[in-house]
């Protein structure tokens, strides 16, 4: 019996090592569930682009890579949630990790049927629409090879391609000041949030203070109740003595009556005769 | 009061709008779609008496939507980019080849959901959704100092009670010292009474046996 049971630990101890060894499945789990909706809302933004001049034989490809990629996750987080499931059948581990675990397992649910609809939806469109196939691709390569015979550019071509570079300019730099009134006004936002954090800060230290005050008036009471308390012990004390005093006062008097009785006796008895 | 007019169109074509109050915003929102230059995709604000117009163009697509000068940018372009996923989430390639007012029945409603939304849910901007949380915790810590004072002036009437009280038990054990005392006095007198009693009464018998006052049989 104590052999088997030095058998059973020594196997759990040696088993307990063997999990602390390798990655914590849990955290594997939890790891697996982020880069899955990381994964997932890029394929969500890629199935939005659907049906959109931005719809293009590339598009589908990264889709379908993605959408590989995304199964490839799924299945591996579903190993080491399974895992992680078995250890929390088979060793002894706390309630909160069961928890924890279970909390992940609704979480994996929850992304994967995210997922699917997702690819319900990608599926959808893919029939419905064809890829848009971009009709500047090829005036694109040829004026490649006309930047190629640069020297061969007419003055007139030369003008027009200043001019368009120009309008380009002017478009960066009207998308650089809209960014810049956006940003400007979070930035406004954002210190209004900052001095509102430095008044809860405020606030907090006067609390502090006020707390620290209170405490010492407490010490106080506390001080003051204590030294009523022996006060009154010791008053408590002095009473009882002084009630043990009248006690024996009272037999002392009652003596002293009967005395006084006793020789009254005596001399009426010799006043008689 | 927030964003007041909205509009989605391809080119110069509106394809829906929604207006949320009787004004002229449609006529300028069409001068607009026509004035807005080149074909690249673009973000402008067009100012006009207190409303300002501000246009999204992606894709060939055009967002349109006439707000407060107090509701600021972001706010407004977070609608337009919302509004021209939902449209084009609904209508997908459609769009290039609808007719005019084609989505009007439909969309609008939206249109009028999500002004709304953008208009008064706080939630819509998560900066102002912090700025509201801030509020609440500072009103929170605020009261949390008034509790605390109320508490502060409770503390001090303890003290001065418990002060009070300590200073009654000290007096009180005074008092049962001295009546202790008082007690005891009385105790030993009762005792030296008791004394010279039986000393006296020791004295007249011995007087009565031995014949005189000066005891002359007994010595």
């Not at chain 1, 003055?155 to 940003?183: G, H, K, M, T």
């Not at chain 1, 008036?217 to 009248?246: C, P, R, Y």
């Not at chain 2, 709008?17 to 001068?31: D, H, K, L, P, V």
């Amino acid at each position: 019996m104590s052999f088997q049971d030095i058998e059973a630990g020594r196997s759990f101890a040696s088993r307990r090592n063997l999990i602390n060894g390798k990655q914590d499945p849990t955290q594997a789990v939890a790891s697996g569930i982020f880069q899955i909706n990381t994964a997932v809302s890029t394929f969500q933004r890629l199935v939005n682009t659907l049906g959109t001049p931005k719809d293009t034989p590339e598009l589908r490809d990264k889709l379908h890579k993605t959408r590989l990629h995304i199964g490839q996750l799924v299945k591996d987080t579903s190993a080491k949630l399974k895992q992680a499931s078995e250890i929390d059948h088979n060793v002894e581990v706390n309630a909160s990790k069961k928890i924890a675990d279970a909390k992940l397992a609704k979480d994996f649910q929850a992304v994967l049927k995210e997922f699917q609809k997702a690819q319900r939806l990608s599926a959808e469109r893919e029939t419905a629409y064809t890829p848009f196939v971009p009709q500047a691709l090829l005036p694109s390569s040829y004026t490649a090879s006309e930047v190629d015979i640069g020297s061969d550019k007419t003055p007139e071509q030369r003008a027009l391609l200043v001019e368009s570079r120009r309008q380009e300019v002017l478009f960066l730099d009207n998308e650089i000041s809209f960014n810049e009134a956006i940003i400007e006004e979070r930035e406004q936002g954002i210190q209004e949030i900052q001095s509102q954090i430095g008044e809860v800060n405020e606030i907090f230290k006067d609390l502090a203070v006020l707390v620290h005050e209170q405490g010492a008036m407490i010490d106080d009471i506390g001080s003051n109740i204590e030294h009523s308390h022996e006060a009154t012990a010791q008053a408590k004390s002095q009473l009882a003595k002084a009630s043990k005093t009248q006690r024996s006062n009272s037999s002392l008097t009652c003596l002293l009556l009967v005395i006084f009785g006793i020789v009254l006796l005596i001399v009426i008895i010799v006043l008689a005769a | 009061m927030g964003i007041l007019y909205a509009l989605v169109g391809r080119g110069s074509v509106v394809l829906a709008e929604f207006s949320g109050t009787t004004t002229n915003a449609s006529a300028i929102a069409r001068q607009i779609l026509e004035k807005i230059p080149g074909n690249n995709d673009t973000h402008v604000s067009y100012s006009q008496d207190r409303y300002i117009f501000h246009v999204k163009r992606t894709d060939g697509l055009t967002v349109l939507c006439m707000a407060d000068d107090t509701a600021g940018r972001r706010i407004p372009f977070a609608f337009l980019e919302d509004i021209h996923q939902k449209f084009v989430r609904t209508y997908g390639r459609a769009v290039h080849s609808a007719q005019p007012y084609g989505m009007n029945e439909e969309f609008s409603r939206v249109l009028s959901q999500q002004m709304e939304y953008y208009s008064s849910d706080p939630n819509a901007d998560r900066i102002n959704r912090l700025k509201g949380e801030m509020s609440q915790v500072r009103n929170v810590m605020i009261e949390n100092i008034d509790k605390v004072l109320d508490r502060g002036d409770r503390l001090e009437l303890l003290v001065d009670k418990t002060a009070n009280m300590q200073g009654n038990t000290f007096r009180f054990r005074k008092q049962a010292r001295r009546f202790r005392s008082t007690v005891w006095w009385r105790n030993v007198k009762l005792t030296i009474a008791l004394i010279v009693v039986l000393l006296v009464i020791v004295y007249v018998v011995l007087a009565f046996v031995c014949h005189g006052p000066a005891l002359p049989s007994c010595f």
